[in-house]
């Protein structure tokens, strides 16, 4: 049995500054990845592919998904058959701005490259990412890094490891390209340069955020509760939602906001985790 963790992927920072030709949209995006996430296995005595965990059921019945793509898309680039029954432990919330998906994907060529003797630096198995989705790549490597282009041109930047991230969905999937369609179009700037990795992302926002609290006002009520959190510093809405995220000065604050919210809130769901 092969197992390879797929970490969620959280955007400190989202700046969308124009929509290009191709109906895509230039991005700048700090990228982190945080601990927990779905997990990817392989069972080379079996065939097929299987779902399961607390969030497996929004999955059952896809015979058609990025894990599956995945799959295929490396055994053509590579001449290889992908023999095995692949099993996706999904623990994140689906339609969620984690990168859920884009994580399951990766996840599964890392695994595959693993088991074919194949560095993860080789090229086309970024090329297989890039054609999955534009987090891909990201969630490929799993390293705190800005993302410009589509979000698939990565600079490696210093991370913040350790630092305490609570996660928090207020119940909703939010369907990306609605979000995207409805952003304003202003170009509002880029990242700024300086500083560590949360002070830029302090600096910087979300341009997602006020289109998708069109589609999912809901989402306004988290970042509330996240901001009167005592210890929380980093508030803010991840992707195009529906979870957000705030990080704490330390472990303590964080657990004790974790506890809170499970009582105020017992129908959202909430992660205690840390940055990588």
Not at 48 to 73: M, S
Not at 166 to 177: S, Y
Not at 252 to 257: I, K, L, Q, S
Request: glycine letters at 12%; charged letters at 20%; hydrophobic letters at 45%.
């Amino acid at each position: 049995m092969l197992i390879e963790p797929a970490p969620a992927k959280l955007n400190l920072a989202l700046h969308v500054r124009r929509r290009r030709d191709d109906g895509y949209h230039e991005l700048e995006t700090l990228f982190a990845f945080v601990r927990d996430g779905d997990v990817v296995r392989i069972d080379p005595a079996g065939e097929g592919f299987a779902v399961e965990g607390p969030f497996g059921g929004a999955l059952a019945g896809e015979g058609d998904n990025l894990v599956t793509r995945a799959r295929a898309g490396f055994a053509a680039a590579f001449g290889v058959k992908t023999p095995g029954r692949i099993t996706l432990d999904k623990r994140l919330p689906v339609a969620s701005g984690l990168g859920g998906g884009s994580a399951d994907a990766a996840a599964t060529l890392r695994l595959l490259a693993r088991r074919e003797g194949i560095a993860i630096a080789d090229p086309r198995l970024f090329a297989v990412a890039d054609a999955l989705g534009s987090d891909v790549p990201a969630c490929l490597y799993g390293r705190t890094a800005i993302g410009t282009g589509r979000g698939e041109q990565l600079a490696w930047i210093e991370g913040a490891p350790g630092v305490p991230v609570l996660l928090v969905n207020p119940g909703v999937a939010v369907a990306t390209g609605p979000v995207f369609a409805a952003w304003d179009r202003v170009d509002r700037g880029p990242i700024p340069a300086d500083g560590d990795l949360i002070a830029r992302a302090r600096a910087g926002r979300n341009d997602l955020y006020p289109p998708a609290l069109t589609i999912a006002p809901k989402i306004a009520d988290a970042v509330a509760w996240l901001e009167r959190q005592p210890g929380a510093e980093l508030c803010r809405m991840s992707g195009s939602g529906a979870t957000c995220f705030a990080t704490f000065a330390d472990a303590a604050t964080c657990g004790a906001a974790a506890e809170r919210l499970r009582a105020d809130e017992p129908g959202w769901w909430c992660l205690e985790t840390v940055l990588t």
